[in-house]
């Protein structure tokens, strides 16, 4: 059922087209043009969801920086697909990475919402489905956190308000998910991409935190990107503020992975939180 979908859109994009099908990768015989097309589980329907709006979003807000989704739907027996760009990705040297701050400054995160701060469908950072909405300030919480240790609540009930609510931002686009594994460069053009997405509109400093916690970046990137997208006043409390955005992703690798370094991080970065802000 999938393959003939796949095929029929295909068709739509080059009509006489014949494709040769390499799953996920699919060639077009007449053209040469290769496409990545996937299928999932019915389980996966909303992880696909997730994913092909954030990249339309992303490819709206800057053009080639995410591959383009040509198709995209569930079939009639519930199952996902998509059909987008391929892209040959290579790894990143000093100066894609420019490339790449200077598109993330200057465009994904100047691209603002109408909606005020969330996303229209759930997306998944890993495993981690995250609910979304519209919000009208960018404080809301997701989730339920009775079993959650007091450090966390302590970070929510002091941290939260005194970093976020001074700050005067309108929220703009995010890959949501940013880290080194997640961008490379496409071998037919030399550009920058990303790919991987879990996107939604809020404070574009919380885009870089997960770039910070595993490297790859380098100290010239974020240079290059602040040099374009200043820090957000007060600016005196900026590493506050990575360090509170980096809290999501270090919470979240331990939910998924089992604690361990994760969490002991986590605390550290509780620790210091909320010595600064008490």
């Not at 941290?159 to 005067?168: D, T």
């Amino acid at each position: 059922m999938v393959a003939r979908i796949l095929s029929q859109k295909l068709s739509e994009i080059e009509p006489g087209a014949k494709f040769l099908f390499n799953l996920p990768i699919v060639t077009s015989a007449s053209s040469g043009k290769k496409y990545y097309a996937k299928c999932g589980r019915r389980s996966e329907r909303e992880q696909y969801i997730g994913e092909i709006e954030s990249l339309k979003h992303i490819y709206r807000a800057a053009p080639g920086l995410a591959p383009k989704v040509f198709h995209s739907g569930v079939d009639d027996d519930g199952t996902p697909y998509m059909i987008s760009d391929y892209l040959d990705i290579r790894r990143h040297d000093s100066k894609t990475l420019t490339k790449l701050a200077t598109r993330l400054a200057t465009e994904l995160h100047r691209y603002k919402s109408e909606k005020g701060f969330g996303f229209d469908v759930p997306t998944f950072c890993g495993a981690t489905r995250l609910e979304n909405g519209w919000y009208e300030k960018g404080l809301q919480e997701q989730g339920d956190y009775n079993s959650l240790c007091p450090k966390i609540r302590r970070v929510r009930e002091v941290v939260i308000p005194h970093l976020l609510r001074p700050l005067k931002i309108e929220p703009v686009l995010l890959h949501g998910d940013l880290w080194s594994g997640n961008t490379g460069v496409d071998s037919s053009t030399g550009e920058p991409v990303v790919y991987d997405p879990s996107s939604f509109y809020g404070h574009n400093e919380a885009d870089l935190a997960i770039a910070r916690i595993f490297g790859g970046f380098g100290s010239a990137f974020f240079n290059k990107y602040h040099e374009l997208h200043p820090k957000a006043e007060p600016v005196n409390q900026y590493d506050l503020r990575v360090d509170l955005y980096e809290l999501f992703h270090y919470l979240n690798h331990a939910l998924l992975f089992g604690g361990g370094g994760y969490a002991a991080s986590a605390s550290q970065k509780m620790d210091r939180l909320l010595k600064a802000c008490s």
